[in-house]
């Protein structure tokens, strides 16, 4: 057989010492050939047959054309046969295919859903790696409440969604890609539900950024039966090394001369304490965890479980006893996932601190329920009444990691405390079967809550009420409220920033944050980052990075940027302005979510290099601005700075990135239509539907 040349882009690349990868030494033709196999049981293939064409081993040509079938016979009644679907019938024929007891059919079906990633080998080394941690370990927690559920009588099916990393894509044309595929899982999540109409309840099983809140959308969206939240968990710190955070800046920091290669190398490997679970510190992911505890989808104590050990595999046997339950007293998730228990959610995301992230996923999964959307102005109202308590990675002031506020009492623990204040509703339903207040009655003097807070203080000497702290203490050590939505002549539409998170040194003695300096203008996170590395960022300029919101990266998250901020001397000393969002583990004077964005006409996109850019924060009052004010050598008040920058036209380099997927284009037209990104960057299908002159759907449950 002659060798055919491979067009274009499809030739094989050269080694890198440019020899022909199919010329390396030591290999012929047919063993350099895709699928071809040195092994001498394979026998040999001539010079002229492609590898994957030639002879196989002696037992693959051992190939059957009948077996036997599974033994037994199905369960089958007349009523079933004259009145039942036949996909019932088909359905009972492929279950006992697959292997299961024939005359155990017919029992209540439970699915879980899981975004379970990678391929472990039973004694847990990889076979093929997942994308992350998050979802390396969750098959053990599909494969307990698999088993629960068996023993209890009912049938598990599971089926598998998995999740990006958007640590993995920092800085790469992947972080396109990361929040629609937020969108995209929550509707492949529910296909797969609906697909098994024979359910009786879903099992939910997730852990970290965008798996996890597509998963509580998709159950949010089939709220008409049972189903219950199982949190994948949290990693372990290193005994001695750098959190995951803090290793994302290890680029810039060797860049300025701040780290040496070996440590950096060493600091990078050891990051991960353990092989499984979301990220130490509280960002998207175990914010994530938080909020679905606190919407009442989870059992007590659930969210940040440290991955892999026996108090983390309880939560799910807990959640299938409670799915068994609540199949047998109706209690549908409908129930649990009310307004008022978005209330709660908002008030313990705001009592931890968590990832400015969630004012995008909370929305949607509102959405999704078929509830009000919060707006900001709900955000602002419970930012204001309810005080930060908790002091975890990265907002501190003790970075302490998220398995210690887990020890401390997790959500639980929390709850207690804003229910003293009066802060929550406690008459909400949980998935557990009990109001919010039997929850927190059982958790108040209950073994579980002082075992735990005992082995904090025994194992790390950390008293837990340092982790968790009551509110009077809380306020003596200066816990901030944790996010501020600043507006101005640049944010008309609203922005935001995680006030808690900047450096309480920066703050003027009436808790406001002030910075005026120049703009330094980007149109790319990579260009930003490399002037930052290459030291063109001095103390009191105003970064300015736009179109990078939806309609430009798919509204990419900066933290490559935010964290070179964070992690370098001039980082404290400059403010930043995007139309993009961040990591939930990014701090500093960042502002993002900047609406209207760069590519939909917004005034950050009209900024031009040098601009006078002025930044304030008031963290008591819970309100800021972000204001062109003067441009060479003029300055202006902020009105005028909205009329110089309405007879601007967009910068020039305001474009979509030549790299952004038609998918993502498309998605980012979607959700603009569905609201943006104040109304969680969804998919409305009644704006849709008009927009096309189609029928709505009548049924406001998605």
């Known amino acids: 057989m002659s060798a055919r040349r491979l067009p274009g882009r499809h030739r094989r690349r050269p080694t890198t010492d440019g020899r022909n990868p199919t010329r390396a030494a030591g290999t012929n033709k047919a063993e350099a050939a895709l699928g071809a196999d040195c092994d001498p049981h394979h026998g040999s293939a001539s010079s002229d047959t492609p590898g994957f064409l030639g002879p196989l081993r002696p037992d693959a040509y051992d190939v059957r054309t009948r077996a036997p079938g599974p033994s037994g016979r199905l369960p089958v009644t007349p009523a079933m046969l004259c009145r039942k679907p036949s996909g019932d019938l088909f359905g009972w024929t492929q279950d006992a295919g697959m292997g299961w007891d024939p005359s155990e059919l017919g029992r209540p079906e439970i699915l879980i859903l899981a975004t379970v990633g990678g391929l472990r080998a039973p004694d847990g080394h990889p076979v093929a790696l997942g994308l992350h941690t998050g979802h390396w370990e969750t098959g053990l927690l599909v494969e307990a409440a698999a088993r ?91 005994e001695a090394g750098e959190d995951l955070g803090a290793v994302q800046s290890l680029g810039a920091r060797f860049a300025h001369g701040l780290v040496t290669l070996e440590a950096a190398a060493e600091a990078a490997c050891r990051a991960c304490g353990s092989a499984g679970g979301g990220c130490q510190f509280l960002g998207t992911a175990a914010s994530a965890q938080v909020v679905g505890e606190a919407l009442g989808l989870t059992v007590p104590h659930a969210a940040l479980a440290p991955s892999g050990q026996p108090v983390w595999t309880d939560v799910a046997v807990r959640s299938a006893r409670a799915l068994l339950d609540r199949t047998r007293d109706g209690l549908a998730l409908r129930d649990v996932l009310t307004t008022a228990s978005v209330r709660n959610a908002m008030a313990v995301h705001a009592a931890f601190g968590g990832s400015t992230n969630l004012l995008l996923h909370l929305p949607a999964i509102a959405h999704a329920a078929g509830l009000p959307r919060p707006a900001v102005e709900d955000w602002i109202e419970v930012n204001r009444r309810v005080p930060r308590i908790v002091s975890v990675l990265p907002n501190g002031p003790v970075g302490h990691p998220t398995v210690r506020a887990y020890l401390a009492g997790g959500v639980p623990e929390v709850m207690l405390h804003l229910r003293r204040l009066g802060l929550l509703e406690t008459g909400v339903f949980t998935v557990a079967g009990m109001t919010l207040g039997e929850i927190l009655d059982a958790w108040e003097t209950g073994e579980r809550r002082r075992r735990f807070r005992e082995l904090l203080a025994a194992r790390d000497g950390v008293d837990p009420d340092d982790v968790i702290l009551p509110p009077a203490r809380a306020r003596a050590r200066g816990l901030a409220a944790t996010v501020v939505f600043p507006r101005g002549n640049l944010a008309p539409d609203g922005s935001v920033v995680k006030a808690t998170s900047i450096d309480p040194a920066l703050l003027d003695a009436d808790g406001v944050y002030r910075r005026e300096g120049p703009a330094r203008c980007f149109a790319s996170e990579a260009d930003a980052v490399a002037a930052v590395k290459a030291g063109r960022i001095r103390p009191g300029d105003v970064i300015v990075l736009a179109g990078c919101g939806p309609m430009g990266t798919g509204m990419e998250e900066t933290y490559q940027l935010t964290s070179a901020l964070k992690h370098l001397p001039v980082g404290r000393e400059v403010a930043l302005v995007t139309d993009a969002r961040f990591s939930g583990v990014s701090t500093g004077a960042c502002v993002g979510h900047v609406g209207p964005e760069a590519l939909a006409g917004g005034p950050i996109g009209k900024v031009l290099e040098g601009d006078f850019i002025r930044v304030r924060i008031d963290t008591r009052r819970l309100e800021g601005s972000v204001d062109l004010v003067g441009e060479g050598d003029r300055r202006f008040d902020p009105a005028e700075g909205a009329a110089v920058l309405a007879r601007r036209p967009t910068r020039s380099d305001i474009r979509p990135h030549p790299d952004l997927p038609a998918d993502t284009r498309l998605w980012a037209a979607l959700q603009q239509a569905g609201g943006g990104t104040w109304g969680g960057c969804v998919y409305d299908d009644g704006v849709a539907a008009r927009a096309l002159a189609c029928p709505p759907d009548r049924n406001p449950r998605r």
Do not use: H, W, Y
């Not at 994948?232 to 290193?238: H, R, S, Y």
């Open 148 to 238: 629960e559920l068996r023993a209890r009588g009912a049938i598990p099916f599971a089926g598998f969604v998995t999740d990006p990393c958007d640590g993995r894509t920092q800085g790469t044309t992947g972080m396109f890609d990361s929040l629609p595929f937020r969108n995209d899982a929550a509707i492949v999540f529910r296909r797969i539900a609906r697909s098994l109409p024979t359910r009786a309840g879903v099992l939910g099983v997730a852990t970290c950024d965008k798996g996890l809140p597509a998963l509580m959308m998709a159950l949010a969206g089939c709220g008409d039966r049972p189903a219950v939240l199982v949190p994948g968990g949290v990693t372990l710190p290193p």
